[in-house]
């Protein structure tokens, strides 16, 4: 790693045999991540986007090699494909071939408000031209929460409902359509163990608390306009509907765990699929699963597998 005027670099040097070595500079142009769990890098090569070989993993205040790369030996031919970076960038123009061509000056990084709420250019222009608005009109956006139940969490299912296979090109899914008709996205039994990375819609779904209600949905926990980064703070949620009394620790414990029914109902368990690799090991990161349940620990780090019961 390594910074200089250009901005920053990886470099990767191999030894294939004696007094023989191969060497490659990337700079690093894209960040996807955040720094709470990590970052992986992205770098251009003309107008074709690549995935670089080494990732940042906070949880072990390490360099390690990015997800899926193999140790021991660096690649920088790992192409960005439309489905990847559809969640990671709200708007791009690809041109292929090849699948990792794009117009660069296109890209518009992160999520941005019509990620959600669609198309903006007429609501804009309505405020301002200081329209009036007569009550109940439409204010020419959507506003998922006034979306059915599915078609709410559709808006959060594009990014975390699993890969799918595309039906449609990047981009085309709008906020109040059917995820189904834009993506593939395979529809698990109650039997079927989902991992606890990249599916977290289907593992809501399996909840007791989801299937007995018709009101959850992901906006129920999360305030997508608020950074919320402490767990203990969706307890509130929880007691919206539950008691305190009512679980089976309080008489062990008391009202001390009404501050924090997370880490209980939904643990940390270590992801099966995804995974990194550093100096000959096999790590596998912590993801917090979404599948509200009594879990039969509560450090749950290894009960990937393990069914949760009701809530």
């Known amino acids: 790693m390594s910074s200089g005027p250009g901005g920053y670099f990886q470099s990767a040097i191999e030894e294939p045999g004696p007094g023989k070595s191969i060497s490659r500079t990337e700079r690093i142009d ?64 690809w041109t292929p071939p090849p699948a990792n061509h794009y117009r660069k000056g296109s890209l518009i990084l992160g999520i941005i408000c019509e990620k959600c709420h669609g198309p903006g250019r007429e609501h804009v222009a309505l405020h301002r031209a200081k ?30 409902a699993g890969n799918g296979i595309p039906f449609a090109p990047a981009l085309s899914f709008l906020p109040g359509k059917d995820l189904r008709d834009y993506i593939d996205l395979p529809v698990e039994g109650a039997s079927d163990a989902v991992d606890v990375h990249g599916n977290q819609v289907e593992l809501l779904r399996q909840s007791r608390c989801f299937q007995l209600t ?66 000959g090991k096999t790590l596998h990161p912590q993801v917090r699963n979404h599948t509200i349940g009594i879990y039969s620990a509560t450090k749950a780090s290894n009960l990937n597998s393990e069914k949760a019961g009701q809530p």
């Open 214 to 279: 018709k009101t959850l949905t992901c906006t129920t926990c999360h305030d997508v306009h608020k950074t919320q980064r402490n767990a203990a703070d969706f307890s509130s949620v929880c007691l919206s509907c539950h008691q305190a009394q009512q679980c089976g620790e309080f008489s062990r414990v008391g009202k001390e765990l009404a501050g924090n029914c997370v880490d209980c109902h939904m643990p940390l368990q270590e992801s099966k699929v995804l995974f990194v690799r550093a100096n």
């Open 131 to 160: 329209a009036s608005l007569p009550g109940g009109t439409p204010e020419k956006i959507v506003n998922p929460a006034k979306l059915e139940r599915d078609r709410q969490i559709d808006v959060c299912g594009l990014c975390h």
């Open 30 to 93: 894209i960040v996807a991540g955040e720094p709470r769990k990590g970052q992986s890098y992205l770098f251009w090569k003309g107008d074709e986007l690549f995935q670089l070989p080494v990732t940042y993993w906070n949880e072990t205040n390490s360099w390690v090699n990015s997800p899926s790369y193999p140790d021991g030996s660096p690649h920088f031919d790992k192409v960005i494909i439309p489905r990847c970076l559809e969640c990671h960038a709200s708007y791009f123009e």
